[in-house]
Structure formats: C-alpha cells, structure tokens
C-alpha cells in the first residue's frame, strides 16, 4: 500500500491504542489527544510525508503500538510503519492560563508549526456539519490573541500562521474587528506567512465589487500564503440543506468572489475546501473543475458525521476523488491540497 493510501484509511477507520501505549503514554499524560473542531479530534501522527489525524476507534483494524523502545502503526499484528506521535503544544496539555485566569488555548492552536489563531469564538454561521457554532459568539481582545500568539512562538517551532474560527456577524463593527487582527497580526509578524480563513467578505459589509477589491488590497500588503474560501458544496439543494447562511452567496456568487480574489492576490494563493461524501461524487468534480479553472488551489476534507448527517466517504471513494482531482488540477496547471504537508493532516491528499 502507497503512504497516501494508508493515510486515507487512517481517516476512515482511526486507530485502537496498544495496552501499552495506553499504559505508557496517555494514562501516564505523557501523550495527549486533540480535542479541538470535529475535524481535528484524536490522534495526530506523522510518517514519511504524511501527517494524519485519526479517530480513536476500539474497532481500527490499526493499532499504534510500541515495539522494542519504538512507535509503529501495526495493521493486522503487523507492523507496517515507524510513527511520530504529534502532541499538542505543552500549554495546551497543562491548560495553562493567561493573567485574566483564560486557557492560551482558547486564543491560539498548534497543529505541529503552524498556529491557528482563534480571533471569534463560536460562530455567527450554521452549518450543519460543524459544531463551533454551539459556543458562545464573542470577540477576543487582540491583545489577549498576541499575549497567547507570543508564549506560542516563544515555546514551539512555527512555520506559518491561521487566522481562522467562526464567522463574525454581518455587521460593519465585528468586521472591523476583524480587519484591524488580519493587519495588526498580519504586519506584526510578517516574517510568517499567513492563512486567513474567510466567507466572501468585503472590507465592510456591502455586497459589491468595490468593498471586495479594496479587502483584497488590505490583503495584498501582507505576507499572505493563502486566502481560504471555503466552498464546501457544490449541489444547490445540499448547500441550502447543509450551509444555509453561508448560502448567503450563492455557489456563483462564491466563484465569481474566489476569480476576483485570484486576479488581486495571483493564481493559487486563493484556496478552497470542498468536503468529499456529503453529495454526490459528480456534484464534487464539478466543484473541483470550477475550482480548478479558476487557478484556485482544490482542498479535499472527509465529512466527518456530526448531528446524525451522513457517513464518511470510504477509503476507496476518497482515492476515487483524489485521483480525479489530480487530473482535473493538472489539466487547468492548478494545485491539490495545502501547501504546507503539517497542514493537510485531515485532507484528502497524497
Ligand atoms: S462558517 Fe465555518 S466555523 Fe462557522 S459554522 Fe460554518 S463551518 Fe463552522
């Protein structure tokens, strides 16, 4: 089996823990599991190329198990690979408080280098696969952010930064807010290159070309990696279903937002995640396909079941799509999956 292949059953099946990895690492808390949004909750583990974030599931018919002093990914009672168990940062583990008595972790995230940076707790947005927006809504002070952001860095290696979480309300207030984390963390740090994660937004609240173009100009002064616009779906009726206030902009009105932010920002800056297994696998290509014509970078996400929605997509659809997606992006010369390998730990991807 290729590395990738077992990466794509790793998200499908999880994986059990040994007695002794039980014993050695998570009772004695030398190990921690991630407990963070539905997609990033279990185990992550390296090998080769490959980061994955897996489930913990009693039934894996892959076991992590440690043999003679070493952790190995056994399937079947067979070892199969030498692993890397990635831990959550140390502040995180200890929930380590700032000075107002808040977890650092509520303000910033480590997945191996890179530092999601938590701006809006809960979300002004409903989609029915997420559960962020079962938290409280609230802004947080940048101050408190950057106060978070720096016991990070000074304790972590970190490559790149996310600006992420939930949606702010649609009012001119909570997107200034967020305009002024993007600039301040964005000009503050500009030594890492940066993610935001965003609907289509403008730099107010107006629905127009001209609010549009000057957010990607406040944009474009940054060290910006990537604009991360999330698709999500490309079946009408799934999207109504499935993301109604994100369908606030219509499938259309999000491809014509993502071209416009690519002839701002350049090709393959702006990226966009399509979640495999919540429609049908026609309706997914077709979403790759416009992605892929537009130059925008096609993110690949297993749905993962939350609110009794759906199943996961097999191991076997998974690859279906992704084999598919590579030709589709190498006919339009676009890009598959996240730049940075630590960041594709719960994509479909090679
Ligand atoms: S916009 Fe993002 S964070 Fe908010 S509910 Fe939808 S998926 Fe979750």
Same mark, same amino acid.
Request: hydrophobic share 35%; with cysteine; glycine share 4%.
């Given at each position: ?8 059953? /790793? ?7 040994? =007695? ?7 009772? #004695?808390?030398?190990?921690? $599991? ?16 490959? +980061? ?6 009693? =039934? ?33 583990? =200890?929930?380590? *408080? ?11 995230? @480590? ?12 979300? !002004? ?18 101050? /408190? ?31 200034? +807010? ?32 001209? #609010?549009?173009?000057?957010?990607? %100009? ?5 060290? &910006? !990696? ?11 009726? !799934?999207?109504?279903? +499935? ?16 071209? *416009?932010?690519?002839?701002? *920002? ?11 297994? *919540? ?5 997914? $290509?077709? !979403? ?11 993110? &690949? ?10 199943? #996961? ?8 799509? &992704? ?12 890009? $598959? #999956?996240? %730049?940075? @390998?630590?960041?594709?730990? =719960?994509?479909?991807?090679?």
């Amino acid at each position: 089996m290729k590395d990738y292949e077992i990466k794509l059953e /790793l998200l499908f099946y999880g994986v059990r823990l040994s =007695n002794t990895v039980k014993k050695e690492f998570i009772t #004695s808390g030398k190990v921690e $599991l991630f407990n963070d949004y539905i997609t990033c909750t279990g185990m992550m583990i390296s090998f080769n190329n490959q +980061y994955v974030t897996c489930k913990i599931n009693e =039934n894996s018919k892959y076991i992590v198990d440690f043999v003679n002093n070493q952790i190995c990914l056994k399937k079947d009672n067979n070892i199969i690979k030498k692993i890397i168990i990635i831990e959550p940062a140390k502040y995180m583990i =200890n929930n380590e *408080l700032n000075r107002y008595g808040q977890p650092y972790s509520d303000y910033v995230v @480590i997945h191996k280098f890179r530092a999601r940076i938590q701006p809006i707790n809960g979300c !002004a947005y409903d989609c029915k696969f997420c559960n962020d927006n079962l938290y409280e809504y609230q802004k947080y002070p940048i101050e /408190l952010l950057d106060d978070a952001l720096q016991k990070a860095i000074k304790e972590n290696e970190i490559k790149n930064l996310l600006i992420s979480a939930g949606t702010p309300k649609r009012n001119n207030i909570d997107y200034e +807010y967020q305009n002024n984390v993007y600039k301040y963390f964005g000009k503050k740090y500009d030594n890492l290159p940066i993610d935001i994660m965003t609907a289509p937004r403008g730099i107010d609240t107006n629905k127009n070309k001209d #609010s549009y173009i000057k957010f990607f %100009k406040m944009l474009k002064v940054l060290n &910006l !990696a990537d604009l991360s616009v999330n698709l999500e779906l490309y079946n009408e009726e !799934a999207r109504r279903k +499935y993301i109604p206030l994100k369908n606030y902009y219509s499938r259309k009105e999000y491809l014509d937002y993502m071209q *416009l932010a690519t002839e701002y *920002l350049g090709n393959n800056i702006v990226k966009s995640g399509i979640i495999v297994g *919540l429609e049908n696998e026609g309706d997914t $290509l077709k !979403a790759i396909e416009e992605l892929a014509k537009r130059k925008i970078r096609v993110i &690949l996400s297993p749905y993962i079941p939350f609110n009794n929605i759906g199943k #996961s997509p097999t191991p076997e659809v998974m690859k279906r799509i &992704l084999l598919r997606a590579k030709e589709i992006t190498n006919k339009y010369d676009s890009t $598959l #999956s996240s %730049k940075y @390998i630590w960041c594709r730990h =719960n994509e479909i991807s090679f």
